[in-house]
């Protein structure tokens, strides 16, 4: 019997490893316009988002936004919006990406609160279903369709 994973990169999937935080979420790695950075996975976020300190890191053309960001705790928080964006996770990559751009101190208080590092941005539901994305828990590996 074939495992998970051997199915899924039979299918056409590329796997990356995630990591599990003392605060109980997955961290991976990522790049966006080239630039590596530190993501946190999150099923429930439905975008992708980057704190306003990462604008210059990441190259983003930044604009603002009349969309309200609301979670982990805040809420109507000011966002800016950055289209045509270049996303890499592992091998799967992706143009055009549309990022919001937010207030990402009291998720990375949090994280540094519980000994865990500051993030540069949360990797949400727009990107996990743009590439058919998996979960594998037990073995902590996030599987995207190339």
Do not use: R
């Not at 966006?32 to 992708?48: C, E, H, P, R």
């Amino acid at each position: 019997m074939e495992t998970l994973q051997e199915y899924l990169l039979d299918k056409g999937y590329t796997k990356v490893k995630l990591k599990l935080t003392k605060t109980n979420h997955f961290e991976m790695k990522a790049s966006i316009n080239g630039v590596k950075g530190l993501f946190i996975l999150d099923t429930g976020a439905s975008s992708s988002c980057v704190g306003f300190e990462a604008i210059e890191t990441f190259k983003l053309n930044a604009k603002d936004s009349k969309i309200k960001a609301a979670g982990a705790g805040a809420t109507d928080m000011m966002t800016q919006l950055s289209k045509k964006n270049t996303i890499k996770i592992g091998k799967w990559k992706k143009d055009k990406v549309a990022l919001i751009l937010f207030n990402l101190i009291h998720v990375n208080t949090a994280l540094k609160n519980h000994d865990a590092k500051p993030v540069d941005g949360i990797i949400g539901a727009d990107i996990l279903k743009k590439s058919k994305a998996i979960i594998d828990y037990e073995k902590k590996y996030l599987y995207l369709k190339l």
